[in-house]
């Protein structure tokens, strides 16, 4: 294990030296690398913008060699992230099949917020939110806003 | 010979593997352990007629080979052989490319001809440095996956490049192998490099069982690539059987093989021999068993109350033939009615009499006169099901004293076996009279289909009449003149399943038969002979 300890605790320094555009990475608790909070501010140009949305991250016993697993601690409405609160999303890099020993965390945290980008209707955990955002765009981004007005307004 | 299932792999060796046209000499090695009653004198009349049969040819066998774990490796180490002559490539990326194609060496061959370079980047080989992979210390290496950087490290590239140090290649594998059951499309552990692990590399780095993991999972997906091979489906068995019988086909034959573990079973759709029922036919009355199976409680009582003084009667052993303990009343445990007009030619005991269509007006009353006629041939397709349960037991049974008697007697282990031979064409027997009735379930009446009653009821009534003689006592068993009886009925009854096989097999294939259901089954798909994505 401790080699997994060595290379975790390398992954988050540099994940707090230079994080992901738009995201803050703090530990919960000082003694468990295994857990992270992670602050995510909606990407400009996109309904989630000016939102801020927190996320979990937790690294199984087995990482590197199993991907980690990442969850949305705030509601967002989003076609790949479940609408309830565990918030689970579904990201082809964090599959068995993808994940590879060598994948970072931050590459990871990167499609996070690429997803709310460009979410991917084609590969839906919630198809009614990916039906809307495939017909009625209009109608998902004014639902997406209201979300972020309920639920992830800064400061809240 | 002290499991059932013992002397039912004898049964099928005997009668069928030998028609097999194998000609791998390790093969008809194998087969010959279950060979039992090969040496035995011919002048012995059930095996003489046996064999005779076996020479015939018969129509409803289909051709077919058993590979066991080596004769699976064998084929695929041939194969990448070939391609490694005729492509000028290394072993280890022969193999890759081959399972990348799905072991189709003709396309494989013909594609790279093609284009070399798109193929060899498709199956995950793309543009290498030709030094072969060792174990290597580098001084100043640090592993990206563990980030270790001590001195003495020892670090591993595949051809692609990317280098980590040996502990985590090798916990990488491991999850890989043992976690997640993957082989033959384990890659690079770097993030988005395709390079698959070749088995050069995986020599250098696995420890000998998970080697040996690694292997049988390759095995796997070389038989599941393959539409002509399929494993055997018997719990502990690891073989395979290739047959040449396609998916297309599966409405014109009913392609049971037998595994030299002794199982037979359906090469169409891995269900235990199902012959003379088409696949898609079983699928179908098997769904419509389970969704009324209300109706199977029904069978599934041992007792019956006799039809003359209402005592009750419990079944015991396979045979219909019942006598009432009381009043001596001897009638069919199927349908009944007097055994004595059993054996008469009025005896109907298998046909559905429809009843003419005049009282059958209202939807009421047809769908009580369908519910009887299901009744009907699910009755007595679960009584050959239950029946073939009750011989075996009533066999082992005798089986028991069989070896008491043959202390004290001095009879030797072959003279007892025709009681052997005898349970298993019981056992076979009445699989195949089993699914007669779900057979003629959907069979539409035409001029044939008398012609199939008739061998339904012959095969029948010799069955019956065989399974009767093992409610002997043991005493008569040893007599010489039931042993005679009892080999020639064996013989017979094994004739009247082959001519009652042929016959619907002959039919099938010519396309003389009309079912009330579609035969085309909806999965018959393309096959997946194209390359993986
Ligand atoms: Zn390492
Ligand atoms: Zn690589
Ligand atoms: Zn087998
Ligand atoms: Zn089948
Ligand atoms: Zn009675
Ligand atoms: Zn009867």
Redo the contacts between chains.
């Keep these: 294990m401790s080699?997994?300890q060595?290379?975790i605790s390398?992954e988050f320094q540099e994940c707090t030296t230079s994080p992901p555009p738009g995201m803050t990475i703090t530990l919960p608790s000082e003694t468990d690398l295994h857990k992270w909070s992670i602050q995510l501010t909606g990407p400009p140009n996109t309904p989630y913008a000016n939102g801020v949305f927190n996320l979990t991250l937790s690294l199984p016993t087995?990482y590197?060699?199993?991907a980690p697993a990442v969850n949305f601690a705030t509601r967002i409405w989003h076609p790949n992230v479940t609408n309830d609160a565990t918030g689970n999303i579904c990201l082809s890099v964090l599959k068995?099949?993808n994940w590879?020993?060598?994948?970072?965390v931050k590459?990871v945290l990167e499609a996070v917020r690429q997803l709310l980008v460009e979410p991917n209707p084609d590969d839906p955990l919630e198809a009614r939110i990916a039906d809307e955002f495939r017909t009625d765009r209009a109608e998902f981004d004014k639902n997406a806003r209201s979300y972020v007005a309920q639920y992830a307004k800064a400061g809240k | 010979m002290d499991s059932d299932d013992d002397f039912i792999s004898n049964m099928s060796s005997e009668d069928d593997v030998m028609q097999d046209d194998t000609d791998n000499d390790d093969l008809s090695a194998a087969d010959e352990e279950f060979d039992v009653f090969d040496d035995e004198p011919d002048d012995n009349p059930a095996v003489t007629s046996m064999k005779s049969d076996k020479k015939k040819g018969v129509s409803f066998d289909v051709s077919f080979r058993v590979y066991r774990p080596i004769d699976v490796q064998n084929q695929q180490d041939e194969m990448i052989d070939e391609v490694n002559m005729i492509l000028e490539m290394k072993k280890e990326d022969a193999a890759i490319m081959l399972r990348h194609f799905r072991w189709n060496k003709e396309r494989l061959i013909e594609d790279y001809m093609d284009n070399p370079t798109k193929v060899l980047e498709a199956a995950g080989l793309g543009p290498s440095s030709s030094r072969p992979p060792e174990l290597e210390v580098i001084p100043g290496f640090m592993c990206?996956?563990?980030?270790?950087d001590e001195d003495g490290l020892l670090s591993f590239a595949m051809k692609c490049g990317?280098r980590?140090c040996a502990?985590?290649y090798r916990?990488?594998l491991t999850?890989k192998i043992r976690e997640?059951g993957e082989a033959a499309r384990i890659?690079?552990?770097?993030?988005?490099?395709q390079r698959i692990m070749d088995s050069r590399s995986l020599d250098i780095l696995l420890t000998s069982d998970l080697n040996e993991r690694y292997r049988e999972l390759l095995n796997r997906t070389f038989v599941e690539d393959k539409d002509i091979l399929k494993w055997c489906p018997a719990p502990d068995c690891e073989n395979a059987v290739e047959c040449g019988i396609k998916k297309k086909d599966l409405d014109k034959v009913v392609p049971t093989v037998d595994c030299a573990c002794g199982h037979r079973f359906c090469f169409g759709c891995s269900l235990n021999d199902h012959q003379p029922a088409p696949c898609e036919l079983v699928k179908k009355w098997l769904k419509k068993c389970a969704d009324d199976s209300e109706t199977a409680n029904w069978i599934s009582a041992n007792t019956k109350e006799c039809p003359k003084c209402n005592s009750t009667i419990e079944k015991n052993g396979g045979c219909n033939h019942m006598t009432c303990r009381k009043c001596k009343h001897e009638f069919c445990w199927m349908c009944m009615g007097l055994w004595s007009e059993h054996g008469t030619a009025w005896y109907n005991c298998n046909r559905f009499e429809e009843k003419s269509g005049s009282e059958a007006r209202d939807a009421q009353a047809k769908s009580r006169v369908s519910l009887e006629r299901y009744l009907h041939y699910y009755n007595r397709y679960a009584n050959h099901e239950q029946s073939a349960r009750l011989d075996k037991d009533m066999y082992q049974k005798t089986e028991k004293k069989m070896v008491q008697l043959q202390t004290a007697s001095g009879m030797s282990w072959i003279e007892v076996q025709y009681l052997n031979m005898a349970s298993q064409a019981l056992q076979t027997c009445r699989q195949t009279l089993k699914w007669t009735y779900a057979f003629a379930f959907y069979l539409a009446r035409n001029n044939l289909t008398e012609i199939f009653e008739d061998n339904q009821k012959d095969l029948e009534m010799a069955v019956e009449a065989l399974s009767e003689m093992f409610e002997k006592p043991i005493t008569e068993l040893a007599d010489a003149k039931l042993k005679v009886d009892m080999m020639d009925k064996t013989a017979y009854c094994k004739k009247r399943r082959v001519i009652l096989l042929d016959d619907t097999a002959d039919n099938l294939a010519n396309g003389r038969w009309t079912f009330s259901i579609d035969l085309k089954g909806l999965t018959a798909g393309a096959g997946s002979t194209g390359p993986r994505r």
Excluded: L, N, V, W
Excluded at chain 1, 100 to 104: D, E, G, L, V
Excluded at chain 2, 144 to 148: A, N, Q, V
């Design positions: 080699s997994a060595k290379r390398k087995e590197p060699f199993k068995p099949e590879k020993p060598a994948s970072r590459g | 990206d996956i563990c980030c270790e990317h980590y502990d985590c916990r990488y999850q997640e890659q690079c552990p770097t993030d988005g490099c």
